[in-house]
């Protein structure tokens, strides 16, 4: 198949249209296929040294050298060498006459073609497909031609396993090898096999590859260090079209028992079924996943394109089937943050999946439950009740948030990291990820079987968090950070007391729907986690009584307490036209400044929407939007969507419209370390919530659109209490089909 022609309609495809090897890093990110089994970045075939190529399976965390613990760079199978007459297609050698990449979002494919001249004149064309199969996600497929175009002789291709894999991260010099080489087996006509493990957490990872051409060759194997590569030699004329395919398994330890039989089973099955039946099956269910995830944007290609990125990442980078592992910050798709799991899975991007596959939606609460252990862990340890989670989440629950990671190895510098102690909101984030997901599915059997476990011990968790000032006849939750990173050891957080008492709200009305409706499960649970009746006294006491700072004359809710005292600092225009970045001599006291990072009781006026009237709305995000920086790529969509809510229009487009080409743009310039994941779903919360209006009201789905200028109409699709519903909303009106258990404002 000519590869060309796969290429689908352009407003479907990013595209790469020239070699620069400084953004090679930066497409890779961009370029990353996935399927929430396994991620590949979109590093090219073909060596280059400025290239960080990575292939990361979910859940296969090592640990590292300051004792924490990171997503492990596994084997690779992407790179393949050409040599044609003696001479090897180098990127850096020679003159490129064409270069382009695409990634097809429709058909989850990424495309390169490339038409090279070697030194001594030989012109070669190269084109490719590759996927990270969405359905057999034990699959990868590498597809391609190779045509001699001025000459004529002897070309052959090497590509195999490459366990000479290394962490790099943001600190290069950190650069950590988590494999070790335990297995490597030519099996001749079945192609090669590859086993490595990794050194602290001992989870192996088995690979298995056959690569093929189209005409009689010679096949050999080459050993090297970590390394098992098959070669193929044959002989070429000029202007002939050489096709080849490589096909990859792959399974690791946390899957199966026996990872080797598996994986060959595995490699015999898909080479049956060919690569021409791969490709259709992954393209349907990537055509499958469209028809209820896709928002269509009319009037505004930009956004429409954008959006559908994010919403592409979005679907490769959650498993449905795996209940024990979570979307990380960056995805699978890099090596920021460690592939540490935060609360921008609950808050920024479980609406999506929520909406869109409730299926991902409970695993990724799932992952929660499985962790509840590790949550209870951190509680024990911190003197607390409950469960505690992780700020930073990877494999078992305990925090992993570094404390003292070293910035400067030169120096030596440490810099003290609070997070992980004092940023507890992340307790609350999951329980209220929990009641959204049951909001909008439902889902008994998740609520009765293991959602009411965790809200119940995160209520347990904040009932003995906080404390009883007697002086002001309130509780208290005194050193914490909300948020706003900006501003550590703080008192009162306005964020979290609201989302702390919404926690033990919720908690106390689960033990009521169980008392009445599941009896069975309230007796077991109760005992279970050994719940006393007075505890559920002390929790509506807390939540009766939390302390929330507020001035009454302006309707603003202070940060925190103490937060109004600060050195009043604003953004000038300018500023806010691109990114603010803080000066220096004001970044170290910037806990002294009234400077916000990012949403915060803004992100609390859209989470607990209901509970703010809009005049108070309006005077909050009039005082807090001039004094935050978007120092996150989580900030902007929240305002997006409380601007449109309050009437400021056009400040909202662009808040938007900065957020969701995060990645498109590189707007953070650090998206070569994996897609801002969370970003990604608050862009998709921006378009649905913010533009469209969605909201769950009294217990019925509601919408009530603000529709930016340019945008014409939208058309979308979300999941309510299983059932499908279209949603198309343009200016003058909403129309929801089937139209029951919905209303419009
Ligand atoms: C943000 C956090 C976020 C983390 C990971 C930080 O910069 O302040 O809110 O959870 O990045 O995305």
Known sequence: MAIENLLGEKKWL??????????????????????????????????????????????????????????????????????????????????????RRFLDMKKGILIHMLRWKSESGNITRFESYRLVHLLHKHTSLIVGTIVPENYSGTISIESGLNGYTFNTGSVKQLKIKHFKLTERIDRKND?????????????????????????????????????????LTFQVEKGKNYEFEKFVTFYTSRDVGNIKAATLTELKKRIRQGSETLLQEHVSVWRDRWKIADVKIYGDEVAQKSLRFNIFHLIQ??????????????????????????????????????????????????????????????????????????????DTGVEATPREPLVDLSTGERVRIWTGDEEQHIVADVAFGICHYYDATGDDEFL???????????????????????????????????????????????FTNFMARRNL??????????????????SRLKQKIALEDSELKEWKKVADNIYVPYDESTGVYEEFEGYFKLEDIMIGEPHKQNAYVVPIELLERINEATLVKQADVILLQFLL???????????????????????????????????????????????????????????????????????????????????????IHKGKLTFNPRLPQKWKKMEFKVNWHRKTINVTVTKEKVQVTPANSIFTI
Request: aromatic share 12%; proline share 3%.
């Open 14 to 99: 990013i595209s790469e249209e020239s070699y620069k090897p400084d953004k090679l890093p930066f497409y890779e990110t961009l370029f990353t296929l996935a399927n929430g089994y396994v991620g590949v970045r979109g590093s090219l075939e073909f060596v280059s040294q400025t290239s960080c190529p990575g292939t990361y399976f979910a859940g296969v965390f090592d640990a590292t050298l300051d004792a924490f613990t990171e997503l492990a760079n596994a084997p690779s199978w992407i790179g393949l060498k050409v040599v044609a007459n003696a001479e090897e297609v180098d990127l850096e050698k020679g003159e490129i006459l064409d270069y």
């Open 191 to 231: 192609g090669i096999y590859l086993e490595m493990k990794t050194h602290a957490t001992g989870i192996s990872v088995g690979e298995a590859s056959k690569l093929t051409v189209n005409v009689p060759s010679q096949r050999d194997v080459r050993y090297d260090i970590d390394r098992i590569t098959e070669v």
């Open 317 to 394: 980078s959650a498993n449905p089937n795996d209940e024990k592992v979570s979307v990380a910050a960056r995805g699978l798709h890099g090596e920021g943050y460690r592939g540490h799991i935060f609360w921008d899975v609950e808050i920024y991007m479980l609406p999506f999946y929520i909406y869109t596959d409730p299926k991902a939606a409970r695993s990724l609460l799932m992952y929660r439950y499985y962790t509840l252990n590790g949550a209870r862990k951190n509680a024990r340890i911190n003197g607390y009740r409950g469960a505690q989670f992780a700020w930073e989440s990877a």
């Open 448 to 494: 009765t079987k293991y959602g009411a476990e965790i809200l119940l011990e995160t209520a347990r968790f904040w009932a003995s968090r906080a404390d009883f000032d007697p002086q002001r006849g309130f509780y208290v939750i005194n050193k914490v950070i909300g948020p706003d990173e900006y501003h550590v050891h703080v008192n009162n957080s306005v």
């Open 505 to 522: 709200k919720k908690a106390l009305e689960c033990v009521k729907k169980l008392k009445t409706s599941y009896p069975d499960v309230w």
């Open 609 to 695: 929407s209901d509970e703010f009237d809009k005049r108070t709305k309006k005077a909050n995000y009039d005082y807090y939007e001039p004094r935050t920086t978007h120092d996150s790529s989580l900030s902007r969509s929240i305002y997006a969507i409380i601007g449109a809510e309050i009437g400021d229009h056009e400040k909202a487009y662009q808040n938007f419209l900065k957020a969701v080409r995060v990645d498109l743009d590189d707007n953070r310039g650090d998206t070569r370390l994996g897609i801002h994941a969370g970003c990604m779903g608050a862009t998709w919360q921006a378009a649905i919530m913010g533009f469209a209006g969605m909201k």
